[in-house]
Protein backbone atom coordinates (compact mmCIF):
# COMPACT_ATOMS: atom_id res chain seq x y z
CA UNK A 1 0.00 0.00 0.00
CA UNK A 2 1.26 3.43 -1.02
CA UNK A 3 2.86 5.90 1.94
CA UNK A 4 0.04 8.58 2.92
CA UNK A 5 1.42 12.20 2.19
CA UNK A 6 1.23 14.14 5.28
CA UNK A 7 2.36 17.41 3.30
CA UNK A 8 4.50 19.24 0.29
CA UNK A 9 7.34 21.79 1.27
CA UNK A 10 9.09 23.44 -1.09
CA UNK A 11 12.26 25.33 -0.23
CA UNK A 12 15.02 27.00 -1.76
CA UNK A 13 19.20 26.62 -0.06
CA UNK A 14 22.33 27.30 -1.06
CA UNK A 15 23.58 24.23 -2.63
CA UNK A 16 26.13 22.13 -0.66
CA UNK A 17 25.68 24.67 2.23
CA UNK A 18 22.14 24.35 3.48
CA UNK A 19 21.79 24.71 7.13
CA UNK A 20 19.59 23.95 10.05
CA UNK A 21 18.57 27.85 10.51
CA UNK A 22 15.08 29.33 9.45
CA UNK A 23 13.43 28.48 6.62
CA UNK A 24 14.54 25.00 6.68
CA UNK A 25 14.35 24.06 10.42
CA UNK A 26 10.88 25.26 11.44
CA UNK A 27 9.17 23.82 8.43
CA UNK A 28 10.69 20.33 8.98
CA UNK A 29 10.51 20.27 12.50
CA UNK A 30 6.80 21.14 12.80
CA UNK A 31 6.42 18.32 10.62
CA UNK A 32 8.96 15.60 13.03
CA UNK A 33 11.33 15.48 10.21
CA UNK A 34 14.97 14.66 11.30
CA UNK A 35 16.16 18.00 10.22
CA UNK A 36 20.19 17.08 10.46
CA UNK A 37 19.10 14.52 8.44
CA UNK A 38 17.95 16.04 5.82
CA UNK A 39 20.26 18.73 5.76
CA UNK A 40 23.05 16.14 5.11
CA UNK A 41 21.35 14.41 2.56
CA UNK A 42 20.60 18.26 0.75
CA UNK A 43 24.12 19.37 1.17
CA UNK A 44 25.67 15.64 -0.11
CA UNK A 45 23.25 15.79 -3.23
CA UNK A 46 23.64 19.54 -3.92
CA UNK A 47 27.47 19.72 -3.44
CA UNK A 48 28.96 20.02 -7.19
CA UNK A 49 26.44 22.91 -8.27
CA UNK A 50 27.95 25.29 -4.84
CA UNK A 51 27.60 29.12 -4.72
CA UNK A 52 24.19 28.41 -6.53
CA UNK A 53 20.49 28.28 -4.88
CA UNK A 54 19.03 24.78 -5.51
CA UNK A 55 15.30 24.51 -4.35
CA UNK A 56 14.14 21.32 -3.25
CA UNK A 57 10.56 19.57 -2.98
CA UNK A 58 10.29 17.50 0.23
CA UNK A 59 7.01 15.21 0.33
CA UNK A 60 6.18 14.64 4.19
CA UNK A 61 4.27 11.24 4.53
CA UNK A 62 2.14 10.34 7.49
CA UNK A 63 4.79 7.89 9.29
CA UNK A 64 7.26 11.06 9.19
CA UNK A 65 8.96 9.77 6.68
CA UNK A 66 9.88 12.06 4.06
CA UNK A 67 11.77 11.79 0.43
CA UNK A 68 12.88 14.91 -1.51
CA UNK A 69 13.49 16.06 -5.05
CA UNK A 70 15.79 18.71 -6.35
CA UNK A 71 15.70 21.05 -8.73
CA UNK A 72 17.72 22.95 -11.22
CA UNK A 73 18.37 26.99 -10.00
CA UNK A 74 15.67 29.56 -10.59
CA UNK A 75 15.76 31.03 -14.02
CA UNK A 76 16.27 35.17 -12.28
CA UNK A 77 19.82 33.38 -10.33
CA UNK A 78 20.98 31.92 -13.79
CA UNK A 79 20.04 35.17 -15.44
CA UNK A 80 22.12 37.34 -12.89
CA UNK A 81 24.77 34.92 -12.92
CA UNK A 82 24.97 35.41 -16.82
CA UNK A 83 25.04 38.77 -16.77
CA UNK A 84 27.15 38.83 -13.62
CA UNK A 85 24.57 41.25 -11.44
CA UNK A 86 23.65 40.79 -8.36
CA UNK A 87 19.97 41.79 -8.48
CA UNK A 88 17.24 42.95 -10.31
CA UNK A 89 16.21 46.91 -10.85
CA UNK A 90 13.63 48.24 -8.33
CA UNK A 91 12.05 49.77 -11.50
CA UNK A 92 12.16 47.46 -14.40
CA UNK A 93 10.53 49.46 -17.25
CA UNK A 94 12.82 52.36 -16.55
CA UNK A 95 15.51 51.12 -14.78
CA UNK A 96 17.80 48.63 -16.96
CA UNK A 97 20.32 46.58 -15.34
CA UNK A 98 21.60 44.79 -18.61
CA UNK A 99 21.35 42.82 -21.45
CA UNK A 100 20.92 39.24 -22.57
CA UNK A 101 21.92 37.85 -25.83
CA UNK A 102 20.12 35.49 -27.93
CA UNK A 103 22.59 32.90 -27.19
CA UNK A 104 22.43 33.71 -23.23
CA UNK A 105 18.49 33.40 -23.30
CA UNK A 106 18.56 30.33 -25.63
CA UNK A 107 21.47 28.51 -23.11
CA UNK A 108 19.32 29.88 -20.16
CA UNK A 109 15.88 28.24 -21.32
CA UNK A 110 17.99 24.91 -22.56
CA UNK A 111 19.68 24.49 -18.82
CA UNK A 112 15.85 25.02 -16.88
CA UNK A 113 13.97 23.34 -19.76
CA UNK A 114 13.12 19.70 -17.53
CA UNK A 115 11.61 22.26 -14.62
CA UNK A 116 9.33 24.31 -16.72
CA UNK A 117 6.35 23.66 -17.94
CA UNK A 118 6.97 23.37 -21.52
CA UNK A 119 8.81 21.07 -23.90
CA UNK A 120 9.74 23.86 -26.88
CA UNK A 121 12.64 25.76 -26.21
CA UNK A 122 11.02 28.97 -28.33
CA UNK A 123 8.68 28.63 -25.45
CA UNK A 124 11.21 28.02 -23.13
CA UNK A 125 13.24 31.00 -24.53
CA UNK A 126 9.85 33.53 -24.36
CA UNK A 127 9.54 32.38 -20.04
CA UNK A 128 13.30 33.38 -19.67
CA UNK A 129 13.04 36.52 -21.75
CA UNK A 130 9.68 37.53 -20.26
CA UNK A 131 11.53 36.80 -16.26
CA UNK A 132 14.61 38.88 -17.60
CA UNK A 133 11.88 41.88 -18.74
CA UNK A 134 10.08 41.54 -14.89
CA UNK A 135 14.18 41.89 -13.42
CA UNK A 136 15.14 44.96 -15.86
CA UNK A 137 17.36 43.25 -18.14
CA UNK A 138 16.74 44.05 -21.45
CA UNK A 139 16.49 41.26 -23.79
CA UNK A 140 17.74 40.42 -27.91
CA UNK A 141 15.22 38.01 -29.60
Known amino acids: MAKKIKTVIKVNLPAGAATPAPPVGPALGQHGIPIMQFIKEYNDRTAKFKGKIIP ?10 YEFITKLPPVADSIKQAIKIQKGSGKPNKEKVGRLSKQQLEEIAKEKLQDLNTNSLEKAVK ?12 VEL
Open 56 to 65: AVITVYEDRS
Open 127 to 138: IVAGTARSMGVE
